[in-house]
C-alpha cells in the first residue's frame, strides 16, 4: 500500500514551521493513541504513520531530502539510505511519542503524564493484576403489550460466565500464593516485533497480569469463573417502550479473580398485537360499524387493555372518523397517568345480499337522493370540469 505524503498525514501545509508541525503532531498523536482507543484496531496503525511522519518532518535534514525525493529519501537507493532513513531506520512510535510530549508540565511532571497519567501509555503501561471485572451482557427481551401495559416480573435464563463454586472465585485450590510472572518478570508486557517498529503488547502467559495463580483451580483454571446457566428475575415497568434499555447490576459475567461483575442490559422489544398500534403513549385500532350504525348513531361497544368501554356515535358518522378515549392508552413511566385511546371508524359494506336485500337497499337509495349525501355532492361539485 502506497504510502501517504507525510504533510497530509499530519494536516499540515510544506510551509509550516518546525513549531507549527510539533503541535499538530501533539494533536493528532493524543487522538490516535492506543491507550486513548482501546477498542479502535486502526488507531496503532494511525499512530505509527502519524509518528513515521513526524519523525522526517521534525528532523531539517530528513525534511530537506523528503522535500527533494519524496519516500524515495528513505529507501534503498536514496540519499539518507544507511543514515538512518528507510527501511529500519524509523524509531519506535512511542519514543517519537515522549520526545514530543517531554517538556515539564504544571505540577513538575512531563506533559505526557498529565495526558496519560503515570501508569499509562505506551512503555510506561503497569501489570493489570489478576483481578479484572466481568464484561457486561446485552439480552433481548420480547414482551407482549400487556405486559408492557400492566409491568411484569421475568426469569430470564442465560448462558454466562459466572462465580467458580470449587474456589470461591479466587482462582486459587487452597494456598492462595501469587507468584510474579515468569515471562514477562512481572511488567505484564512484552516486547513484540511489527515491522519497522517495536511495540508492547500484553504477556500471553499472564494476559498482563504480571502475576500468576501458584496452584490454579483445576475446574476454572485459575480464572475463578466457569461457564454457567444464571437464572435472572426482572422486574418491568409498567408503561415500558420499544427499545427501552433496562440495567441489572452486577448480573453481568462475572469478574476473573473475584473482580467485580459486570452488568446486564436488557433491550425491550414489543411483539405486534392482533388490534391495537402504539404511538409512544396512546393507542389506535379500528373499528368496524355497520352501514346502519353508523347511520342512526348510537351505543359503540370498543375494546380496551382493560376491558371494553363504551362511546357513543353521532348520526351520519363516516369512514375514517376517530374517536378518542381519554386515559384508555399506555401508562406513562413513572407517571399515574396514561395516555389515549383513538379509534378509528371502518364502515363495513355488506357483501352477501338476497334479492329482497337488494330490492330494498335500491328502493332506499332512490328514496334519499343526493342531497343526503353531502360528501358525494361535494366532491362531484369540485369535480365537474373534469367531466365536461
Same mark, same amino acid.
Given at each position: 500500500? $502506497? ?6 498525514? %499530519?494536516?499540515? *501545509?510544506? =510551509? &509550516?514551521?518546525?513549531? /507549527? +508541525?510539533? #503541535? ?108 479484572? $471485572? ?6 433481548? %427481551?420480547?414482551? *407482549?403489550? =400487556? &405486559?408492557?401495559?400492566? /409491568? +411484569?416480573? #421475568? ?121 391495537? =398500534? ?111
Amino acid at each position: 500500500m $502506497a504510502k501517504r505524503c507525510y504533510y497530509e498525514v %499530519l494536516s499540515v *501545509s510544506r =510551509e &509550516e514551521t518546525k513549531d /507549527g +508541525i510539533k #503541535k499538530s503532531y501533539r494533536k493528532l498523536a493524543v487522538k490516535f493513541h492506543p491507550d486513548k482507543n482501546p477498542d479502535d484496531d486502526t488507531a496503532e496503525d494511525k499512530f505509527k504513520e502519524i509518528g513515521e511522519a513526524y519523525e522526517v518532518l521534525s528532523d531539517e535534514q530528513k525534511r530537506a531530502a523528503y522535500d527533494r525525493y519524496g519516500h524515495g529519501a528513505f529507501g534503498g537507493g536514496g540519499p539518507t539510505a544507511g543514515r538512518g532513513g528507510g527501511a529500519g531506520g524509523f524509531h519506535d512510535p512511542f519514543d517519537i511519542f515522549r520526545d514530543a510530549f517531554g517538556s515539564q508540565g504544571g505540577g513538575g511532571g512531563s506533559i505526557f503524564d498529565e495526558i496519560f497519567g503515570n501508569a499509562g501509555g505506551g512503555r510506561r503501561r503497569q501489570k493489570q493484576g489478576l483481578k479484572r $471485572a466481568g464484561a457486561d451482557l446485552r439480552y433481548d %427481551l420480547q414482551i *407482549s403489550l =400487556e &405486559e408492557a401495559a400492566f /409491568g +411484569i416480573e #421475568k426469569e430470564l435464563d442465560l448462558e454466562k460466565m459466572g462465580r467458580c463454586d470449587r474456589c470461591e472465585g479466587s482462582g486459587s485450590t487452597k494456598s492462595g500464593e501469587v507468584r510474579s510472572c515468569g515471562t514477562c518478570g512481572g511488567v505484564g508486557q512484552v516486547v513484540a516485533s511489527r515491522g519497522f517498529f517495536q511495540v508492547q503488547q500484553p504477556c500471553p502467559s499472564c494476559n498482563g497480569a504480571g502475576e500468576t495463580i501458584a496452584d490454579p483451580c483445576n475446574s476454572c483454571n485459575g480464572e475463578g469463573r466457569v461457564k454457567k446457566t444464571s437464572r435472572i428475575k426482572l422486574k418491568i415497568p409498567a408503561g415500558i417502550s420499544q427499545s427501552s434499555r433496562l440495567r441489572s447490576s452486577g448480573n453481568g459475567e462475572a469478574g476473573i479473580c473475584k473482580g467485580p461483575s459486570g452488568d446486564l442490559y436488557v433491550v425491550i422489544h414489543l411483539r405486534e398485537h392482533e388490534i391495537f =398500534e402504539r404511538e409512544e403513549d396512546d393507542l389506535y385500532c379500528e373499528m368496524p360499524i355497520s352501514f346502519a350504525h353508523a347511520t342512526l348513531g348510537g351505543e359503540l361497544v370498543v375494546p380496551t387493555l382493560e376491558g371494553k368501554a363504551s362511546i357513543k356515535i353521532p348520526a351520519g358518522t363516516q369512514t375514517g372518523t376517530v374517536f378518542r378515549l381519554r386515559a384508555k392508552g399506555m401508562p406513562i413511566l413513572g407517571s399515574n397517568n396514561k395516555g389515549d385511546l383513538l379509534v378509528n371508524t371502518q364502515i363495513e359494506v355488506p357483501t352477501r345480499l338476497n334479492k329482497e336485500q337488494k330490492d330494498k337497499l335500491q328502493d332506499f337509495a332512490e328514496s334519499i337522493g343526493e342531497e343526503n349525501s353531502p360528501i358525494h355532492e361535494t366532491f362531484f361539485e369540485k369535480a365537474k370540469k373534469f367531466f365536461k
